[in-house]
């Protein structure tokens, strides 16, 4: 129980005062002297190697009023005013008139609790509240407590957490652990409650979310019976009944504004606490939010503020994202609190408000006004961000794209001519665009719908635009493994000359083709395809990349793209004992209308043979490679042609 702590010069000097105070209570006021100690977080802190120049006073005999009082009792005194005078100007070296002006200054603080007499004040720069040691008595349905005064041990235990129940007491410069696991806990870095995790929260369930600010704020792990308790619904519904939303709210803002926000709405998300805490008690009919995407927010927003790793074509884009939108630590936090409230993105319909009838009030703002009494300048950010979030959207698919429309939310080229555009959409969004365009990149994610319907097909109850953005997806990732122009004048029919090492074009392919295989790999894991014309164009794409010798193949390719075939010709022969049907579907749908396009000038229009047809090559113009595709823009349908037949009669 012997834990040394040592003290600053003036925590020192701060220790002496309060133990003359208490010897003067006992020696000229002829009350019982105080035993006073420090507790809480200003003992945790120092045990870290923290400073903090906040500390809390616990009393032995008296109120923190009545300890207060008698301390500007004993400081009126001529002979102690003069001698902590000099003492503080000896060690500060500066003018102290203020502070020692707020040495006489006592003031009650009504904001901890309408039934704890707390008293709080400034004494030698310190910001200091003074609290006797109570026992705490709970009733059902209140977190307010009846409270009786306490030894030192009732005092630790009815506190959130053992490593904020330590005590360093004055007398005898020792720490105190009355829960005998705090020190231990700190040791393993664990937060756990003094007693029954489940009493603990059902007696003032705001316990949980301090467990959580303090696990994010010191990188402790939550005690599995502790995270268990917080998960019970019985706890849950507590904390929506007993706590005010006020009090939520400042503990939410203290985790945003604390050093690991991702880690406290991680402990939010994976304990099932989310709808606890953002919703609007006054509108139960919402029911309770998806959340199953949310983890993407937080965690892109917390890979953007580790600056780096998002590089396309030799540019770091996150850290163009980082420079341009998180500029200083206000932008880092108010993109923590939009992330907070990401999951409330999808619900579009909107609340009317007569004082603002062109600025509809989106349910999230809502949420953030009624949920955690957030301020005006967070409710009208959130505000903001939600109604311009479909037009920040609408400007970045306008102006980043390639060459052919696709629906990949991977394009990145400019269009550099949008820039008047840009200006003047920005002067509609106002002063907070760059929060706004924030909040549109951690909402806007175009695999997070298809994201559930992949891995919670059975529990998530899709619609038909969950579905086909499924099939989008499926379809965008075959299309994007075509070769196409940088191997035309490469791989013509009747060469297999390889590509140049230079051609930075033909590598990019290369790369290209392998990550959308491997795509195309996790997505059969997740579920293999069953829309039958999609499985014969996914299977068409695989089959390109059977043939090391063409140009656009790699062995890698080779190897993702063959593996992945015998996975779909195995779910095809379990289906219709046999490929003949994909075989001929392939022929069908994929082949045949390619070839199909070619012109026999020996015949006429109506199959008639065709009277002194000129010589093929007087014909050839321009337009042989609209006539001839196979030849040139899908120069792979040859090697899936010649996969096919070596399959047909298997």
């Not at 009747?494 to 990550?515: C, F, M, Q, W, Y």
Request: neutral net charge.
């Amino acid at each position: 129980m012997v834990t040394p702590i040592a003290l600053t010069e003036g925590e020192l000097t701060l220790v002496h005062l309060l133990l003359d105070v208490s010897e003067h209570i006992g020696q000229a006021d002829g009350l019982a002297r105080p035993e006073l100690r420090f507790t809480g977080g200003w003992v945790r802190d120092k045990l870290l190697g923290l400073s903090s120049t906040d500390i809390d006073v616990g009393i032995s005999t008296m109120t923190g009023y009545k300890f207060g009082t008698l301390m500007k009792k004993y400081m009126e005194q001529p002979e102690a005013h003069s001698k902590w005078l000099q003492e503080y100007l000896a060690q500060q070296k500066t003018d102290s008139n203020c502070i020692l002006g707020a040495l006489a200054k006592i003031e009650a603080n009504p904001e901890k609790s309408k039934h704890l007499e707390t008293v709080t004040t400034k004494i030698l720069g310190f910001d200091v509240d003074l609290v006797n040691l109570r026992k705490e008595t709970y009733v059902e349905d209140s977190r307010n407590p009846t409270m009786e005064f306490g030894s030192p041990k009732d005092d630790a235990l009815r506190r959130d957490a053992t490593v904020n129940a330590l005590f360093y007491n004055l007398m005898t410069s020792e720490v105190e652990d009355f829960t005998g696991r705090g020190l231990q806990d700190m040791e393993m870095k664990i937060i756990r409650t003094p007693l029954s995790a489940y009493q603990t929260f059902k007696d003032d369930p705001l316990r949980i979310l301090r467990c959580i600010r303090f696990a994010s704020k010191l990188g402790y792990q939550i005690e599995a019976e502790a995270e268990q308790s917080m998960s019970d619904s019985g706890i849950k519904n507590a904390l929506r009944a007993k706590i005010s939303r006020e009090r939520v709210g400042v503990e939410i803002g203290k985790m945003l504004k604390g050093p690991d926000p991702r880690m406290a709405l991680s402990l939010i998300d994976r304990l099932g606490l989310y709808n606890t805490i953002f919703t609007d008690p006054k509108k139960a009919e919402l029911g309770p939010i998806d959340t199953i995407n949310w983890k993407r927010a937080y965690d892109g927003l917390q890979h953007i503020m580790a600056l780096g790793g998002g590089y396309v074509n030799g540019v770091d884009s996150v850290a163009i994202i980082k420079s341009t939108l998180l500029r200083n630590k206000d932008d880092e936090h108010l993109a923590w609190v939009l992330c907070a409230f990401t999951p409330w993105a999808q619900i579009k319909t909107t609340v009317p408000e007569k004082s603002m009838p062109k600025a509809p009030v989106p349910f999230a703002a809502t949420v953030a006004r009624e949920g955690i009494k957030a301020d005006n300048r967070v409710t009208k950010l959130i505000q903001g961000a939600v109604n311009n979030l479909h037009e920040i959207i609408a400007s970045k698919n306008a102006t980043v794209g390639e060459d052919v429309p696709t629906t990949s939310p991977l394009k990145r080229k400019f269009d550099a001519t949008s820039r008047e555009d840009f200006g003047m959409a920005i002067r509609r969004w106002g002063g907070h665009w760059r929060n706004y365009t924030m909040y549109a990149i951690l909402v806007h994610e175009d695999l997070a719908v298809v994201d559930v319907y992949l891995r919670k097909p059975t529990r998530i109850r899709c619609d038909s635009s969950d579905e086909a953005a499924a099939s989008k997806l499926y379809q965008w990732v075959r299309d994007s493994i075509i070769p196409s122009r940088p191997f035309a004048k490469h791989s013509q029919f009747d060469t297999n000359a390889p590509p140049s090492p230079r051609d930075g074009e033909v590598a990019r392919a290369h790369a290209k083709a392998l990550i959308a295989l491997r795509v195309l790999g996790h997505l059969h894991e997740l579920v293999p395809l069953a829309e039958p014309r999609l499985l014969v164009t996914v299977v068409a794409g695989l089959a390109t990349f059977t043939d090391t010798r063409d140009a656009w193949t790699t062995p890698e390719a080779c190897k993702e793209a063959t593996a992945l075939l015998k996975a779909y010709l195995d779910i095809s022969r379990s289906k219709q004992k046999d490929t003949k049907g994909l075989m001929t579907a392939l022929l069908r749908e994929e082949i045949r209308p390619l070839f199909a396009k070619s012109k026999n000038n020996a015949l006429t229009q109506q199959g008639r043979k065709a009277i002194n047809p000129l010589p093929e090559k007087v014909e050839a113009s321009e337009q042989e490679a609209d006539i001839k595709p196979w030849k040139y823009s899908h120069v792979h349908i040859v090697t899936v042609f010649k996969w096919v037949l070596e399959r047909v009669d298997v």
